[in-house]
């Protein structure tokens, strides 16, 4: 079974600063999607990196691949109360998607 | 376009009760997802539809748990009797095909078994 561990598991921050939260696995994974999840919602998609190494940016959001597949990181520069949410990172491997069980971001006025 | 529909959102019941919930995926996605989600973690897959075939159901309870996609569109989860263990958010998401792309997820069924 192959599992995704995401790190850290709670961050409250101020609004204005950076943050990174990271998704770790021992399985090489095909690709990788993150997901941000607000209060009473479903998940919504925010990217998929494909290549090992491979860096998207999308605004204020950076998200990078693990050159062996297996990692991932995203990164948000100058948080805002509107980034507050659960972000899932899911691992595609064939024919499964394996979920994190995420990272709860609270962004501060 | 409208996105993927679910209901009830709510729905509160006592042990050993039947439940229901119905999705309307996406028009034209031909894979539908079945997940459920715990308070503060990530969606764990309950059954995955290919059309009106069910590709991976390796993780569905089958002694109370049911589910069924008649016609390729619609789906319906059934759980008979509910426990209190099965107080969750049920997700119901769907794709083009498959996991190459993105899942458009409903905003869940909160079950409440007291």
């Known amino acids: 079974t192959q599992l995704l561990e995401q790190s850290p598991q709670f961050l409250s921050i101020q609004e204005g600063e950076n943050l990174t939260v990271y998704c770790n696995s021992s399985?090489?994974?095909?690709?990788l999607q993150w997901y941000r999840q607000e209060p009473g919602e479903g998940p919504v998609l925010l990217v998929t990196?494909?290549?090992?190494?491979e860096v998207k940016k999308l605004k204020r959001l950076t998200f990078q691949f693990g050159d062996a597949r297996k990692d991932s990181s995203l990164h948000i520069t100058a948080a805002q109360p509107g980034d507050t949410g659960l972000y899932l990172c899911?691992?595609?491997?064939?024919?499964?998607?394996?979920f994190g069980a995420g990272t709860i971001l609270r962004v501060k006025s | 376009e409208a996105g993927v529909v679910q209901s009830p959102r709510y729905k509160i019941i006592e042990k050993k009760q039947p439940v229901a919930f119905w999705c309307n995926p996406i028009s034209g996605h031909n894979t539908l997802y079945w997940y459920l989600q715990n308070l503060g973690q990530g969606p764990e897959l309950l059954i995955r539809y290919e059309n009106e075939e069910a590709v991976d159901d390796s993780q569905l309870p089958k002694d109370r748990f049911s589910a069924e996609r008649l016609k390729g569109v619609d789906s319906t989860l059934k759980i008979q009797p509910a426990e209190l263990g099965d107080s969750a958010v049920y997700l119901c998401?769907?794709?083009?095909?498959?996991?190459?792309?993105?899942?458009?997820f409903g905003e869940g069924s909160r079950l409440t078994v007291l």
């Open positions: 998401a769907s794709s083009l095909s498959g996991y190459t792309g993105e899942l458009f």
């Open positions: 990196v494909v290549t090992g190494g």
């Open positions: 899911a691992g595609v491997e064939g024919n499964k998607l394996v």
């Open positions: 399985s090489v994974f095909s690709s």
